[in-house]
C-alpha cells in the first residue's frame, strides 16, 4: 500500500477531521504488515472494506482515565448489563499496547457472553 496524502472517493464520517498520515510511520513494522495482510482478507468478508480509497481512523489522546469504571468477573459495568468498559478512556490501560491487550480481553469476554446466551435458547 501506498501512504495517502489526501482524502478520495470514501470521505470520513469522524466529524472533528482527519489527518492523512502513514501508518507505516505511526505503527511497528508487524502491527502494518499485519493490517496489509487483513483488509483484503476482510474486503472478500465485507466488499467494500478494502476499498483504495477507504479511510483507516485512529484517534490520539494524550491522557489517562482519572477514574476507572467498575467492571465485574464477566468484565461487564457492575451497574449496567451488556456494558462493557474497557481500555484508556475506562481506567483499565495507561498506553496503546496496554489498552489493545484490555480491548482483546474484552472482546473475548463479549464473545463468551454471546456464546453463553447462544447456547442457552430453545431450539426452535
Known amino acids: 500500500g501506498r ?7 470514501v470521505l470520513p464520517s469522524y466529524k472533528p477531521g482527519v489527518t492523512p498520515a502513514d501508518l507505516a ?45 467498575p467492571r465485574g468477573a464477566t468484565l461487564q459495568s457492575v451497574n449496567t448489563a451488556g456494558l462493557y468498559p474497557a481500555g484508556e478512556g475506562a481506567g483499565y490501560a495507561g498506553g496503546i499496547l496496554s489498552a489493545g491487550v484490555d480491548g482483546i480481553r474484552v472482546a473475548e469476554a463479549v464473545a463468551r457472553s454471546l456464546l453463553t446466551a447462544e447456547s442457552a435458547r430453545p431450539a426452535a
Request: charged share 20%; proline share 8%.
Open 25 to 69: 510511520a505511526c505503527l511497528p513494522d508487524f502491527v502494518v504488515a499485519a493490517i496489509r495482510e487483513a483488509l483484503p482478507a476482510f474486503g472478500r468478508q465485507l466488499p467494500g472494506f478494502d476499498h483504495e480509497d477507504a479511510v483507516m481512523t485512529g484517534v490520539e489522546t494524550r491522557t489517562s482515565s482519572p477514574l476507572r469504571l
Open 3 to 9: 501512504a495517502s496524502t489526501s482524502l478520495g472517493a
